[in-house]
């Protein structure tokens, strides 16, 4: 049997070449391909970088889709379909919302592959595949990468890497407390460590949703990543920049920045998106002195459209992120996902303007999905590009650049990827959600 493995852009403008920050490596692909037996001959397109050969011949295809690339997927699937190649769907959307996907797909799985993916190579193979699996939450030690079908790609040189998954915080917009039910597990140290030996990587992305989801139990793996000498980020919940113990073992074992939250300075706002605790203890500014006391730089991101934002909300935010010396910063729209408490009130309050924007046609990245309170959705999408416009602007970009002078390495590094941010600002801003050139139909399964 052999089984193509997909995974879909966000969308394709018309003579433009893919953003490049968002070509990295696709975790999904690679634990599937792990899991897949090796009898199964297996072959892979990212539809970021290369054309999909849809002729070629194949037993079934594999997509695993997220709510921005969910349109794009769609499209995919009903070429395959076309062809009369049975497609099967799983991943977060696929969870967030199965019924939509069934539609165009002849099998959905939810939950967790690592659980189920046999049963499906299985019903594959025998013919009687299910329209519908559950994957069920199972240890981490089950989880297995194979790299193989990345070979003569041109990714980002970024290693990434799962220690963990889920987060215990209730923020109202995350679609990670509603996939992992609020829950956090950790992977064993020493099968994340045989995989950092394997990639030998320059510097690695440890793609947790939060890396101190678990602060207790997660010193043994620093304890063995000191060892490796590698150098690392992630993202982590600001609750554990307060606590200088663990800021020096993440230092010690090569981490060297963070991605981390702040979402807004207003704390009215942070009440209402459930993340007061973003505010504990001496606040941001207490949480980023701690950090560049251990040289750990930080990625902010900023969202906007909350109820209490205002005009005012966009250049506040831009000149606490270059006051902070933040290396880089993301400013972009409140986004309800399906299946989030933010989602499901947005929805019970009327103010939704799209029911499903991901594949509404007339949807595109950067619009706001739903009516803020005291912003005009124009207002909001305006603000985000132009708070990203000063950001990266040349003279933020040197005065931030001297926070950073005390590392050798992310100093080396800040230029080339500030400029990254600077060049895709206008690139992203209404970019489609699905390539605006295909001129097929989407078949919805009988």
């Not at 089984?3 to 999904?28: D, K, N």
């Not at 592959?113 to 199972?138: F, M, N, S």
């Not at 019970?348 to 991901?358: K, N, Y």
């Amino acid at each position: 049997m052999k089984l193509t493995f997909v995974h879909p852009a966000i969308g394709h403008r018309a003579g433009e070449s893919y953003i490049r920050t968002w070509q990295m490596e696709s975790l999904p692909v690679a634990v599937l391909a792990g899991l897949t037996p090796a009898d199964v001959e297996t072959a892979f397109y990212d539809d970021r970088m290369e054309a999909i050969d849809y002729d070629a011949p194949t037993d079934a295809v594999a997509i695993p889709i997220e709510t921005y690339t969910a349109a794009r997927a769609y499209q995919i699937a009903s070429e395959f379909r076309a062809r009369k190649v049975p497609v099967i769907m799983g991943g977060f959307h696929a969870t967030l919302v199965p019924d939509e996907v069934a539609r165009y797909a002849e099998a959905v799985v939810t939950g967790e592959a690592e659980a189920v993916w046999g049963e499906v190579i299985d019903d594959l193979q025998h013919g009687t595949l299910k329209p519908r699996y559950h994957g069920a939450q199972r240890p981490l030690s089950e989880i297995k990468v194979d790299r193989r079908l990345f070979r003569g790609k041109r990714y980002l040189p970024i290693g990434l890497v799962e220690t963990g998954r889920g987060c215990h915080f209730p923020c109202e917009f995350c679609a990670i407390q509603t996939f992992f039910s609020r829950t956090y597990r950790a992977r064993p140290v020493d099968a994340v460590v045989k995989e950092i030996e394997a990639l030998d990587k320059r510097v690695y992305f440890f793609v947790d949703d939060n890396f101190a989801g678990d602060l207790k139990n997660g010193k043994p793996l620093l304890a063995e990543l000191a060892k490796l000498n590698v150098r690392w980020i992630t993202q982590m919940s600001i609750d554990a920049a307060h606590d200088e113990g663990f800021l020096e073992e993440l230092r010690r074992a090569g981490c060297r920045g963070v991605l981390i939250g702040f979402e807004s300075l207003d704390e009215r706002n942070l009440a209402v998106m459930n993340k007061r605790f973003n505010s504990m203890r001496s606040g941001f500014r207490g949480a980023l002195a701690n950090l560049r006391r251990h040289r750990i730089f930080v990625y902010g991101t900023f969202i906007f459209g909350y109820e209490h934002d205002t005009a005012a909300s966009f250049d506040e935010a831009v000149d606490f992120a270059t006051a902070e010396g933040m290396y880089i910063a993301a400013f972009n729209h409140l986004t309800p996902f399906p299946g989030t408490p933010l989602y499901k009130r947005l929805q019970s309050e009327g103010r939704l303007r799209f029911e499903a924007w991901w594949r509404d046609p007339e949807y595109r990245y950067n619009a706001l999905p739903f009516v803020p309170r005291g912003l005009a959705p124009e207002e909001v999408t305006a603000g985000c590009v132009a708070a990203r416009r000063r950001f990266y602007s040349w003279r933020s970009i040197a005065r931030r650049s001297t926070r950073h002078a005390r590392d050798a390495y992310v100093f080396r590094n800040f230029f080339l990827v500030n400029a990254m941010h600077r060049a895709e600002i206008s690139k992203r801003d209404g970019y489609p959600l699905g390539d605006e050139t295909w001129r097929g139909r989407l078949l919805e399964v009988q």
